[in-house]
């Protein structure tokens, strides 16, 4: 065939999108207000280390980024409007030529498709998935492919912009049973919208560079190519991509033959085998400058590789060695060899998503899968490892089995965020992600699930948005969660050959959660595993319902037995609900006096109570419910449990295991939160921590201490809250120490970094004075920055300089800023205690010739309104300066940055001030959802400082170290 069909209908196309603007749209920069009132939980700022564990999910896609669904000015599909296709058609072979332009003034593909598709209920109609694709209706054509002989397409009904399907209207019904091929000549523009087949940049040796990249999850391979663009419709896809002869090309598959294009020098052809079976949104192109980088030959018996840049070559050692022994792990865990005879990964400048797990080819945002020994954190490597490990455990869960409808994205999402914590434990154990599964999945999602606000795990939906909207926290982190309360219940090494036994009975097909139950209870059957209902029962409860429950364990000390209650666990009630749904669930009880006798039982979803007679501990023994943490419910004990349980931490915390320790602090802070039990309470089991060398306890227990900080930091008891945390802190701090050498375990650089963060910013002089003395060093010799300088520790030793220090250190800083583009010394910047220095970062942001650039506008206000000096400023400037930042920035930022100066409000005063501000800006913050947030926040914050101000004060008064540590 000849490479430029139809050239006339090429240049008109092109010709179109300039005039439209369409090869030219403007490059993304991140969400406006819009798209972060969408973000779940809520809009909050981002930590100073740039990580933030609220926003990423591994795979977490494009559906944040509303720009997804312009339709280029085009209304959105209705409401309930049947979008989905008819299933009469279903496709059996594509194949597929895409010939990408990635030039600057053309950016359109010229594309060809053939489908091969077989008849199951008679039609004249065949209507097909389509989005903003131009088709040449000339070169349309329908074919029996048993005869040879066309069948006339009489119609075409382009119902892209509504309805995402293109229709034709052939003359003649097709023949139930009978196999059609359909072809079709189009063009599509790589677009910059991050989905669908789009163009990236980036810039090597001073020159700009494009790429071409796909990626189509939910429901954007459409925008690629027309096709049956279902989960369920699986087909097998042969794929030719068009390339410059200098560039190179990749697919799900491995390549067999490049040839050069006929008629057209310096282009050639790259044909890829046939795929297996597969959905669409697991199709994948790559055409690009980038190089491929093979892993050594011994670590997989997978032909394994990492495209990057040419210049990142150096970056790929870590992905490299790490993703092969991940992808042997799961072939032996899985018992089910991987199908494909090779696995590409590629590091992608601008990607929407953590990763996509398209099979063969699975593509990263560059961040997660490069890695610089000398720049990149500790905790940049193990998001790095639990995102391959994610990626490649899809490749069974998720590619291998799919489930049947969006719906049920979870068995997809929940899989691979429970896989990563066993797959990146198997090959590098010194992360002890298993460990950190409690306080990386299980205790955030918590305060998702905890709101009125939250979903079930499994909903119906129908649209390409409401589709979308699937993939947050619900799926990904929840859906890992009762996964792995299932396999504690059922048996780990039950639940495992369970998962065996599902992926073989569904191979190559679609499942939905009903198959996964019945291959689990199949197991448990044949292994006498005894449970009070089926696991589909069971599991039921935790999918089809939003929440969990709080387990009340009242003990009878008498008789030795208890009384356990359960009750759905919310953060805040609303009074008007009219909810039908019974909040109960089958909950596994799970609880020991000693780790060595683990006794289990069960409350029914029809028992909001049940007596236990006999907890197998004596009057004076503490007993622990939810062992490990392993299911998914909070614990609340009675006042005598729970003080064996402060004495026991006091005298040996090691009785208890790790994870309980961590739940303990964060089921008790939050217990507090909601009024469930005194806040003395809680502060009671604080009180061992001068003691926990544990990375585990102490984080749960930080991210609590976190909001206690924020709101007593202007009240009297603050200097009483600092003086206890420091002596806290401090034996922890001199514990780890502030030196790191690269010997040190992995959960000691974690431990030391929450460690010296604390003792920092508490005022510990051994931290603060280490890291001045740290700073000057660098100061005078800034080049040598890697050398004296731990990645890991660097944010923390930045910021306590600059707080710390005078206009020599904020000199530095900026100037650093400014000639390296390093954003860690902005950061740093805001974390001034000079009030003229943080009102002249915030007036800086209104001069585009500050040296602040535009994408760190944001940055700047959100850092300087966590800043406890700088919120009021930040407030202030908010509402005095509106229409001068109006003038210089637009309307972008305001209702983010109303929602950020909230965070730390907690003041009568301050509400009414806000208040005042929304009221005088109605059309802009009026109807925004995150100032609807920040207003419930700051009404939160009053109510929590009403009530527990003086509670707190008195225990702290109560409880000041004999040490006067320093104010």
Sequence with gaps: MKTFWNLQFVLVLIAISSAFG????????????????????????????????????????????????????????????????????????????????????????????????????????????????????????????????????????????????????????????????ITMKYISVLNTLLTGFYRSDYEENGEVKYLAVSDFEATSARRAFPCFDEPTMKANFTITLGRKETWTSASNMPLIRTEPMAGVTGFVWDYYETSVTMSTYLVAFLVSEFVGIPSEPGLSNV????????????????????GPRVLEFFESFFAIDYPLPKQDMAAIPDFAAGAMENWGLITYREQYLLTDPTTTSARSFQFAAIIIAHELSHQWFGNLVTMDWWNALWLNEGFASYMEYIGTDAVEPDFRMNDQFIIENLQYVFGVDALETSRPINIEVNTPAEINSMFDAISYEKGSCVIRMCADFIGFDTFQRGLTRYLNDNAYGNAGQDNLWSALQTQADLENVVLPATIKEIMDTWTYKMGFPFITVTRD?????????????????????????????WVPLTYTSDYQTNKRDWLSVDQVSKTLPNLGAAANQWVIFNIDQQNYYRVAYDTSNYAMIRDQLMMDHQKFSDNNRGQLLDDAFNLALVEL???????????????????????????????????????????NWKNYMTSLVEPTYTFFGFAETQ???????????????????????????????????????????????????????????????????????????????????LVAMCASKQVTVLSGLLEM?????????????????NNVANNPIGNELALDFLINRWNDIQNSLGVTYFATWYRYVCTRQNTQAGLDKLIQLRDAH?????????????????ETNIKWVSLNEGEIGTWLAANQPAKVFRQ
């Design 303 to 322: 032909e394994f590789r990492i495209w990057a840049r040419a210049d990142a070559r150096n970056l790929t050692d870590y992905a490299r060695n790490i």
């Design 557 to 585: 000390y008498q008789t030795g037995g208890a009384l356990v209650t359960q009750e759905r666990f919310l953060l805040r009630k609303s009074n008007d609900s009219t909810d039908p749904i019974v909040y109960q669930w």
């Design 743 to 825: 010997a040190d375990p992995h959960m000691e650089k974690l431990s030391r970094i929450d460690a010296m963060n604390w003792a920092c910013r508490l005022g510990v002089a051994d931290c603060v004075q280490n890291s001045l003395s740290t700073y000057a060093n660098l100061m005078s010799q800034p080049e040598n920055l890697l050398q004296i300088v731990s990645p890991n520790e660097k944010s923390i030793i930045l910021r306590t300089a600059i707080e710390n220090g005078g206009q020599a250190e904020y000199d530095f800083a900026f100037n650093q800023y400014k000639t390296t583009g390093d954003n860690s010394f």
């Design 22 to 181: 369409i090869g030219v749209q403007p490059k993304y920069e991140g969400p406006d207000e819009v798209e972060l009132s969408l973000l779940e939980p809520a809009v909050v700022p981002d930590p100073v280390d740039g990580i933030s564990r609220w926003w990423y999910t591994p795979s977490r896609k494009a559906f944040l980024f509303r720009h997804n669904y312009a339709k280029n000015g085009e209304v959105e599909p209705k409401q309930g409007e049947d979008l989905r296709l008819p299933g009469n058609i279903l496709p059996r072979l594509y194949n597929i030529r895409l010939l990408p332009f990635i030039e600057v003034g053309n950016w359109t593909t010229d594309g060809y498709v053939e489908i091969s598709v077989d008849c199951i209920i008679s039609t004249v109609n065949i209507s097909i998935n389509s989005l903003d694709l131009t088709i040449d209706q000339a070169s349309i054509t329908v074919t029996d492919e048993l005869t040879g002989n066309p069948i006339p397409v009489v119609n075409f009904i382009d119902e892209q912009s509504t309805r995402e399907l293109i229709t034709l209207q052939v003359s003649q019904p097709l023949t139930v049973g009978g196999r059609y091929k």
């Design 922 to 938: 109605t059309l802009i913050l009026g109807n925004s959802n995150s100032v609807k947030q920040g207003i419930e926040t700051v």
């Design 845 to 861: 942001l209104l001069d585009p010739n500050s040296g602040i650039l535009r994408s760190d506008v944001n940055t700047v206000f």
């Design 677 to 719: 039990i005194p806040y003395a309470t809680a502060l009671d089991l604080t009180l061992y921590l001068k003691y926990e060398r544990e990375y585990v306890p102490w984080h749960a227990a930080l991210s609590e201490f976190n909001y206690i900080d924020t709101m007593l930091y202007n009240f009297v008891e603050f200097p």
